[in-house]
């Protein structure tokens, strides 16, 4: 039963990441083929990321199903985009999820790897936004993980929750598990919002003397 959910996870990121991407993409009116290489790097960027870091096959090289499942969802979008008009909100419900869902598979490989659970969070954090990253910047975008809106936060307060219930709740972990992707998604909602942002420490004095 876990091991199913944790592949169900892994399928629902994948194809939310891959509609993330594919969205983005066709705001930028690419082309199909575009639309493909975005989706793709969306889904796959952050996991190719961690695997390297944790110096270990990067699981898509070795792995069909998510390359048809990104090839599906990419092809089911550019369909879906007929009857679509809002693509912000859809852009952003998928981001959100699979922010949430790649965040916890991040975690669980670095457990895999008995690895400290401080950096844990950080490789769950980069399994849910370095996707994103890439995909923004191919998009000539500033990505949204540097601009205001809470986004690596989110991550890290899920993770760090997800953690903390693990070790002192006899909840299971398939509970856990929902929990923590629901409160990534809650942040980001309520973040967006209402338009929380981390506070700045530190003062900014523009220059009109300077180039």
């Given at each position: 039963?876990?091991?199913?959910?944790?592949?169900a996870i892994e399928v629902?990121?994948?194809?939310?990441?891959?509609?993330?991407?594919?969205?983005?993409?066709?705001?930028?009116?690419?082309?199909?083929?575009?639309?493909?290489?975005?989706?793709?790097?969306?889904?796959?960027?952050?996991?190719?990321?961690?695997?390297?870091?944790?110096?270990?096959?990067?699981?898509?090289?070795?792995?069909?199903?998510?390359?048809?499942?990104?090839?599906?969802?990419?092809?089911?979008?550019?369909?879906?985009?007929?009857?679509?008009?809002?693509?912000?909100?859809?852009?952003?419900?998928?981001?959100?999820?699979?922010?949430?869902?790649?965040?916890?598979?991040?975690?669980?490989?670095?457990?895999?790897?008995?690895?400290?659970?401080?950096?844990?969070?950080?490789?769950?954090?980069?399994?849910?936004?370095?996707?994103?990253?890439?995909?923004?910047?191919?998009?000539?975008?500033?990505?949204?993980?540097?601009?205001?809106?809470?986004?690596?936060?989110?991550?890290?307060?899920?993770?760090?929750?997800?953690?903390?219930?693990?070790?002192?709740?006899?909840?299971?972990?398939?509970?856990?598990?929902?929990?923590?992707?629901?409160?990534?998604?809650?942040?980001?909602?309520?973040?967006?919002?209402?338009?929380?942002?981390?506070?700045?420490?530190?003062?900014?004095?523009?220059?009109?003397?300077?180039?």
């Amino acid at each position: 039963m876990h091991e199913q959910f944790n592949f169900a996870i892994e399928v629902l990121g994948t194809i939310s990441f891959s509609m993330s991407g594919s969205f983005a993409a066709m705001q930028k009116r690419l082309d199909p083929f575009g639309v493909l290489i975005i989706a793709f790097v969306t889904s796959v960027g952050g996991g190719t990321v961690r695997d390297l870091l944790l110096d270990i096959p990067v699981f898509w090289m070795h792995d069909l199903l998510t390359c048809a499942v990104i090839i599906l969802t990419s092809i089911f979008t550019m369909i879906f985009k007929s009857f679509e008009k809002n693509f912000q909100v859809t852009l952003f419900i998928f981001d959100s999820f699979g922010l949430g869902l790649f965040t916890i598979i991040g975690i669980q490989k670095g457990l895999n790897a008995d690895i400290h659970p401080l950096i844990c969070i950080g490789l769950g954090t980069i399994t849910g936004c370095f996707g994103g990253i890439i995909r923004d910047i191919l998009l000539n975008r500033i990505p949204l993980i540097f601009r205001k809106e809470i986004y690596a936060t989110a991550c890290i307060v899920g993770g760090s929750s997800f953690l903390l219930l693990t070790k002192f709740t006899h909840l299971s972990y398939t509970v856990i598990q929902i929990f923590t992707i629901l409160l990534i998604v809650a942040i980001r909602t309520f973040a967006v919002k209402y338009h929380w942002q981390i506070p700045k420490f530190y003062g900014y004095e523009h220059n009109n003397s300077e180039m």
